[in-house]
Nanobody
């Protein structure tokens, strides 16, 4: 069964950094655009960042622009989310997902395969 597996979450103080990774088992990610979403308690899952299949284009939510960086290494079948200058409001479960449409990057419904999520907690 194809799976996306996130890792790298944890507890960090405000102003700190974390790098999340998303790896695929039994599937190559190189043909797909990929995205990161996050879901805080009591809130809907929201778009964070996305990257085109070859890494040539990236997209960010306004709330993370300038602080987060999405990247990918197709040779390792892995997508990353570097998170710097973290704020308490970044606290959430972070999910990666694949986007076969290659468009509508901030639209949750176009993503067809999701990981199980990794918790990020930012203390003040």
């Amino acid at each position: 069964q194809v799976q996306l597996v996130e890792s790298g979450g944890g507890l960090v103080q405000a102003g700190g950094s974390l790098r999340l990774s998303c790896a695929a088992s039994r599937r190559t990610l190189s043909r797909y655009a990929m995205g990161w979403f996050r879901q805080a308690p009591g809130e809907e899952r929201k778009f964070v960042a996305a990257i085109s299949w070859n890494g040539g284009s990236t997209y960010y939510a306004d709330s993370v622009k300038g602080r987060f960086t999405i990247s990918r290494d197709n040779t390792k079948n892995t997508v990353y989310l570097q998170m710097d200058s973290l704020k308490p409001e970044d606290t959430a479960v972070y999910y990666c997902a694949s986007n076969p449409s290659g468009s509508n990057y901030d639209v949750r419904s176009v993503y067809n395969l999701w990981g199980q999520g990794t918790q990020v907690t930012v203390s003040s």
